[in-house]
Each structure stands twice: as structure tokens, then as C-alpha cells.
């Protein structure tokens, strides 16, 4: 699968390299993953997703067990990208075999975290402490909170779709909601994760693989800030 970059993929590292040096967490930002975050007007559909349709924003995967730091033998595909008005993620997740995805919870602000669910953990203002959390499960359901207060709700907006391969999702997030839009070459920390039922998590014939997938390596919770990731944004076009 074709890999895409923001054209200035290279002075964003630069820039995030720069700006976690003078951050409180600096001594493990080399540790972290980094990714650009494109202008693109609109999001995408998530049937399109599903059925293998381009949208031109980069994308990205690689995520490991949350307590095994092993690559998950069934990555997801995460697409991000900003317009004037919106910050969008979307995403693609892999069924496994024919098992249906789990998703009991349907009201706002549920548990989430116990279906088959895609997490989003945003800090627009790279402190790696205050953040945002966001869940959406296969069929739509959404919790949003700031750190572990549920009390605190968005503006965002979710649309799924699922086949019998896969379930994909759009996360549509006001930018007023996270502070306002960013600047060129502004840095965000963020951390991505995949929570999986018990039927969706690959064995190796001897063991499951964790139940949580993550973008930025954590020890032992999906709540640790100072373990997120960076997103630099900037750039139209990929290469």
C-alpha cells in the first residue's frame, strides 16, 4: 500500500523535533511516532473506505500491543486531515474470520472501551498532560471526555460502516472544540487506539494477541500522555 507524506514531511520532523526538545517530556520524544497532517477540504465516506477508494490524506498504521509492543498481525489503516473548519479521522480495522464485532453500548459517554472500538486521544496543546478523548465502536456509538472526565462533550460528529471484511469510521471534530485551528507547522501530541473484543484478537496457537492496538507505545494504560505520539500540521499535496 502506497505510503503518503505531506510534502513537507521532512521540516515537520525537523519542527517536532524542535518543539518536543523544549517540552516537559523531552528525553523519550525520540521514541515517539510522528505524522503529518494534511489540508483537505471534506471528509471521506466510510463505504468508500471499505471498499478500497482512494482519499488523498495521509495515512498511517503500525500499531502494536499495548502491553507486548509487538505489531498487531492485523493492522488498522488511520487517515487524517484538517480543513478550515473540521480536524478528520478516519479509520479501517480488520474482521477477523467471519466473528461479528461487539457493540453493546449505545448511548452517549458508554463503555466503550468494552466493544470493538477506535480511540482518539488529541492535545492541541502539546503538554502531554491535558487532553481529549474520543471513542467510536462498530456502529456508531460515541463517548468524548476530557482526560477521564465524561462530564465534557464535543461538537464531533461519526459516521461507520462495516462489510464482512472490515469496519471503517469518520471522526469529524470541530477545531473550535479543540482549541481553534492550528497554525502551519504546529504540533499536537496524540496517541490512536484499537480495542478488540475477544473474537477479533489474532493467536499464534498459543496465545491471543492484547486486546488494545496503539499508535504511540504505553507501559500500561491508554491513558498515559506523556507516551502520545505528534502530529505536525502542514502541507496540501502528499508524495
Not at 8 to 36: G, I, K, N, T
Not at 61 to 68: D, E, P, Q, R
Not at 99 to 112: K, M, N, Q, V, W
Not at 128 to 149: E, K, P, W
Request: proline share 7%; net charge negative.
Amino acid at each position: 500500500m502506497l505510503r503518503r507524506v505531506c510534502w513537507a514531511a521532512v521540516l515537520c520532523f525537523a519542527v517536532a523535533a524542535l518543539s518536543s526538545a523544549a517540552s516537559a517530556d523531552a528525553p523519550a520524544a525520540v521514541d515517539r511516532p510522528l505524522w503529518c497532517v494534511t489540508t483537505l477540504e471534506g471528509a471521506p465516506d466510510p463505504q468508500a473506505l471499505l471498499a478500497g477508494q482512494d482519499w488523498p490524506a495521509s495515512s498511517l498504521t503500525g500499531f502494536v500491543g499495548m502491553t507486548t509492543g509487538k505489531l498487531g498481525r492485523r493492522q488498522p489503516v488511520v487517515w487524517l486531515s484538517r480543513d478550515d473548519r473540521d480536524l478528520h479521522i478516519a479509520w479501517r480495522i480488520p474482521r477477523l474470520g467471519d466473528a461479528p464485532f461487539a457493540a453493546s453500548a449505545t448511548e452517549r459517554d458508554g463503555p466503550l472501551w468494552n466493544d470493538d472500538s477506535f480511540e482518539v486521544f488529541l492535545d492541541p496543546g502539546h503538554t502531554h498532560r491535558d487532553y481529549m478523548q474520543f471513542i467510536v465502536n462498530s456502529t456508531g456509538a460515541l463517548y468524548d471526555g476530557r482526560g477521564r472526565d465524561a462530564s465534557w462533550n464535543s461538537g464531533a460528529e461519526v459516521r461507520v460502516a462495516q462489510d464482512a471484511a472490515a469496519w471503517a469510521g469518520v471522526l469529524t471534530v470541530p477545531l473550535a472544540d479543540l482549541g481553534g485551528a492550528p497554525a502551519h507547522g504546529a504540533v499536537w501530541a496524540a496517541n490512536f487506539a484499537v480495542d478488540r473484543s475477544v473474537p477479533q484478537r489474532p493467536s499464534d496457537g498459543w496465545q491471543q494477541e492484547d486486546a488494545n492496538l496503539v499508535w504511540s507505545p504505553v507501559s500500561a494504560s491508554l491513558h498515559e500522555p506523556a507516551r502520545s505520539g505528534h502530529l505536525v500540521f502542514g502541507g496540501t499535496a502528499r508524495v
